[in-house]
């Protein structure tokens, strides 16, 4: 038993020694995670740890000579100080870095952030986001917006007696207007008033002032849009484009039918879902039900209504119409389903018995996506792109309109006669572009959104982890970076 506390005693120290070398090892081989190891300095020290305890036990049997081991000893000891303090200063540094990099990173997103207010501005006057920088500052500096104060509130009871009269209503035939206040009554009686007035985008957006509320992290600099802050010279990238979808506008607008170079149809009457393939080929009339409609639970999806009093509609809206002034009178609403043709007769109180400004809205909202007419087979139709400098959107609360002179010259550029051309803006109904008494095209397709990205392509990263801060998306719509 005594001579194993011996050897015990004597090996100890040099197997303690070398199994903190091989621990510290193990460390610096399999540790870390993805691209992020330990360093080199770690690797060479945890050599020298594990060398040091081999040299002490072949000192301890006696393999290698006292002045031997403590000559090697002293090397191995400086090596190790050496190595500790250069972990401990690349340590620092790694700390340093990292601390760098969130700052960078802040004022990034500061940066992204900034263009992302001004694409969401430019957006509201022009109807689409910019891909181009020069553009963004062209409007930062030279452009203006509207501003609008509003003084009052819409009161939230019927039409008084007094209102009603300067509106012009009757207390018995316009009971349903004076159920309830809407914005353009409340303007016209007085109770509410706005006023506009245009300013610079640049002075809405980022005013002289200092920010009081202490959320930017740097004062902004037009001329620096485009910079990634805390560099030199790296700019960040920008693009645009349009994401097929049925949110928005889009300006691929205009398609014309293959074979016939005059005759344009807007994207609206397109069916690019694939919804109405029944009916291609076919040249069917009348308003087609595409869902179910809840105020007229006798409409089956699929019935076709050919005639309402034996008169043709070609639109939602004239229905609607028709349905809104027919105070008592019946109507008959012809119908061809499953091939048999059969009448129903309804009221407007069949279809509206609690009339009101929010179940009529509603109405109108049904139809407008319910009932339609067939609409044609995309693979009948090429696309006719409009450029943007043929878009006119004068402020953020007007639609979006074709210039049809500049369009007129993109026709003639294109070798096409412009007295033959028409555009059909609903189905079946075609309005000749006429040059003299009209010059303007109100853009109504539905068939895409714009949408927007802006990104540091170069980001910052000593720990190698690819974290590339990004606002916006060419994918989806939405306008918030990766960062939140």
């Given amino acids: 038993m005594e001579q194993y506390s011996l050897l015990i005693k004597k090996y100890i120290f040099p197997f303690l020694i070398i199994l903190t070398g091989i621990l510290l090892l193990n460390t610096a081989l399999f540790s870390g995670t993805g691209s992020i190891k330990q360093s080199n300095t770690f690797l060479l020290g945890s050599i ?13 049997k006696e393999i290698i000579a006292k002045s031997t081991h403590l000559a090697i000893l002293a090397v191995l000891l400086v090596g190790c100080i050496y190595l500790g303090y250069s972990t401990y200063s690349s340590v620092n540094t790694t700390i340093a870095q990292i601390e760098l990099k969130k700052e960078i990173d802040t004022h990034i997103k500061q940066g992204l952030r900034d263009i992302e207010i001004v694409q969401l501005e430019y957006k509201k006057k022009y109807g689409w986001y910019s891909d181009n920088f020069n553009e963004l500052k062209r409007f930062l500096s030279d452009d203006s917006v509207y501003s609008i104060s ?38 016209k009686c007085g109770l509410l008033s706005k006023d506009t007035s245009w300013i610079n985008v640049k002075e809405k957006l980022f005013p002289e002032k200092p920010d009081s509320s202490g959320n930017r992290i740097y004062n902004f600099d037009l001329s620096r849009l485009d910079y990634v802050p805390m560099s030199d010279d790296k700019k960040f990238e920008m693009k645009a484009d349009i994401l097929e979808s049925s949110d928005d506008i889009s300006f691929e607008m205009l398609l014309f039918k293959k074979g016939s170079k005059y005759n344009f149809v807007s994207a609206n009457l397109i069916d690019f879902n694939g919804n109405d393939t029944a009916y291609y080929g076919k040249d069917q009339d009348g308003l087609i039900v595409k869902d179910s409609i809840p105020q007229i639970p ?22 609607y119409e028709l349905i809104k002034s027919s105070k008592k009178d019946t109507l008959i609403f012809t119908i061809l389903r499953s091939s048999e043709q059969l009448t129903i007769n309804l009221t407007q109180k069949d279809i509206m018995p609690n009339p009101s400004r929010l179940n009529w809205s509603d109405l109108e909202d049904v139809f407008e996506y319910n009932l339609m007419p067939a609409l044609y087979n995309p693979k009948d139709f090429e696309q006719f792109l409009i450029g943007k400098n043929m878009v006119i959107k004068e402020d953020e609360f007007s639609s979006p309109e074709l210039d049809l002179t500049i369009f007129k010259n993109l026709l003639i550029t294109n070798k096409l006669d412009t007295n033959q051309a028409n555009i059909e803006v609903k189905k079946g109904i075609s309005s000749k572009i006429d040059l003299k008494n009209n010059n303007k095209f109100i853009l109504s397709s539905k068939i895409g959104t714009p949408v927007f990205t ?31």
């Fill in 150 to 187: 509003t003084t009052g509130v819409v009161p939230d009871h019927k039409i008084t007696t007094d209102h009603a009269e300067i509106l012009g209503y009757d207390p018995i035939l316009d009971y349903i207007q004076m159920e309830s206040y809407d914005e353009e009554e409340a303007l």
């Fill in 454 to 484: 802006a990104f540091d392509p170069a980001p910052y990263d000593p720990l190698n982890e690819r974290d590339t801060l990004i606002t916006g998306s060419l994918t989806e719509v939405k306008t918030s970076g990766n960062w939140k």
């Fill in 298 to 319: 006798t409409f089956l999806i699929n019935d076709i209504v050919l005639n309402i009093n034996e008169t043709e509609y070609a639109s939602s809206e004239d229905v």
């Fill in 48 to 60: 020298v740890v594990l060398l040091m305890g081999v040299i002490t036990l072949l000192y301890v």
